[in-house]
């Protein structure tokens, strides 16, 4: 069964920084591409940023130069840098497993990222 959880979510002032963890188990970790979304209550779950199983990343344009995805393949962990937090960053976040932001993939249950002004 795979599993995704997230953590390291809290409340930070605007212009502070969180780093968010995915601890995956049940797959081959190292094989999936992965990925950081988010959601804001009432609106669409939107892209962060996408790491895929070979290193390569993305990120999206409201967060570039400000968030950093990364991988760890030995400790089977996904992880997301957040520095200069804005208030309009408070999202649930979660964490993907499959590369495609559908139905399709794997998904963990989210962590509350909270920046007050």
């Known amino acids: 069964q795979v599993q995704l959880v997230e953590s390291g979510g809290g409340l930070v002032q605007a212009g502070g920084s969180l780093r968010l963890s995915c601890a995956a188990s049940?797959?081959?970790?190292?094989?999936?591409?992965m990925g950081w979304y988010r959601q804001v209550l009432g609106k669409q779950r939107e892209l962060v940023a996408t790491i895929s199983s070979i290193g390569t990343t993305k990120s999206a344009d409201p967060v570039k130069g400000r968030f950093t995805i990364s991988r760890d393949n030995v400790k089977n962990t996904l992880y997301l840098q957040m520095n200069s937090l804005k208030p309009e960053d408070t999202a649930v976040y979660y964490c993907n497993a499959g590369g495609t932001g559908t139905n399709r993939d794997y998904w963990g249950r989210g962590t509350q990222v909270t920046v007050s002004s």
């Open positions: 049940g797959l081959v970790f190292r094989f999936n591409d």
